[in-house]
Structures are given as structure tokens and as C-alpha cells.
């Protein structure tokens, strides 16, 4: 499959993968002070933005979420002819994660933006969304999904600071590229519900620089946490006043921590 990709800049490789729901446009300005130093690439997922939805050759066959996290890290793999630094955001950070572990010789840098390795509340694992709250977006879709990422914004960006302006920046990005794939939506909350990569963390060798929201409700800074004390090369930054976008809502100090970790 072939999947829509942004480039812009020149140098290094990045590339940067969006979380759930959104598209590649979200990153917005952070993608071009980026791309003053590296060749940005700013990919849109299997059924968001202006990439398809991919194809199933078992006639449409529900997929287990593993299944469909390897063939979402499958098609990025098949895009890509080089290593390259990869940034993940929500979870977009789990699909770099699992990338990093399936494909690792493709993988020379890690970023995690607001990501954490299990997204769902479990008894051993409680900074984590709780399991009626992803049931009923999960129902919601089914009724009227626009409604529904428009409430998971709203999400995103409660407690951070310049909370209005930011969720108004993200609404007005929402639908730039068009209305997401249902079925994708639908299997990214699948992924999100059932996906675990704790056990996996510790295999994980690339240097890694997780980057978390003092305020996130979405994916606590415990979970950041968690991620920096159980991957062997990890630094961790917690922005404080920052929710769910830390690259929206505090740009010149996400900035400030990226660039310091890509220039090591």
C-alpha cells in the first residue's frame, strides 16, 4: 500500500506519524521549524488524511489488533529504503514503538509524543484511560464519528494551558484532508483497547526521548514514566502546563527538547 507522505526540508531522515484520528497536517508549525534542519516527512495513516484505507484479502475478515498493528508497521516499512528517526504521536508512538521492535534495523531514533506502551486502564496498569470511557467513543463511532473525534479533542487538550485556543487550532485541522476511513478509526481503537507493549520495552535499543504533558488525562506522565525507567536508552521531558499536543501547546520547549536530543 501506498501511503501519503509530506516531505519537506532536507538532510536526515524524520518522520513524524500522527496519533489517532488525526493526519499528517497536525504537527503544523513544528513540522517546518523542523524541516529547517532534517527532511521532514509527515506521513497520513492507512485510512486518514489523503492515504486509503488498507485492503484485506480475506474478504474484509476482522483482524486482531496485532494483526492490524503489524500491517500499518508493515506498510510504513515497505515506504521507507533508509533508517530514519521516527516520532510518534498518541498512538502514533505505539505504532513507532512496535515498529522499532518488528523492523529495528530501520529504526536509529526513537521520539514518543504523549504515548505510552498500554493505552487502556488494566488491573496491574492504572495510568491509563478507563475501559468504559474507550467502550463508549467505541459506540459512539457507530453513531456519528465526526461528533466523536470532535469530543476526543476536546480531550486532548483539557487542562492544558491556552486550552480554548488550542482545541480550536486542532478542530480547524481536523477535517483539512478529509474525514478519516470508519473501519480505520474503528481499528484504531481497537489497537488502542487491547495493544500492550510493556513486556516488549525492555528490547528496545534505539535512543529514545519520550516527551510527555504534565496535564495529560489521555496518557498520564506516569506512563512516560514508566516507558523511560523500562527502555535501557531513554531520556524522558515533562512539560509543565502541557496536556494531550505538547508540540501544539508548547512548541519552543518541545522544540528545545527535541532538537537537543536529534543533535547528540
Known sequence: MSLHVEQTGSGAPLLLIHGWGMHGGMWGDVAE???EHFRVLAVDLPGHGHSRGQRTEDGGQKKKHLELLDEIVDSLAAQFNEPLTVCGWSLGGQIALHWAMRHSHQVNRLVLVASTPCF???SDWPCA???ETLAEFAAALQQN????LRRFLALQVRGSAQERGLLATLRSALFSRGEPDLAALQGGLEILRDCDL???LPGVKQPTLVIAGERD????PQAAQYLATQMPDTRLAIIEGAAHAPFLSHPDEFMKHLMSFLHE
Do not use: G, I, V
Open 217 to 220: 488525562t489521555l496518557t498520564p
Open 33 to 35: 521549524q523542523l524541516a
Open 145 to 148: 464519528y465526526a461528533l466523536t
Open 120 to 122: 487502556m486502564c488494566r
Open 198 to 200: 510493556r513486556s516488549a
Open 129 to 131: 484511560m478507563a475501559a
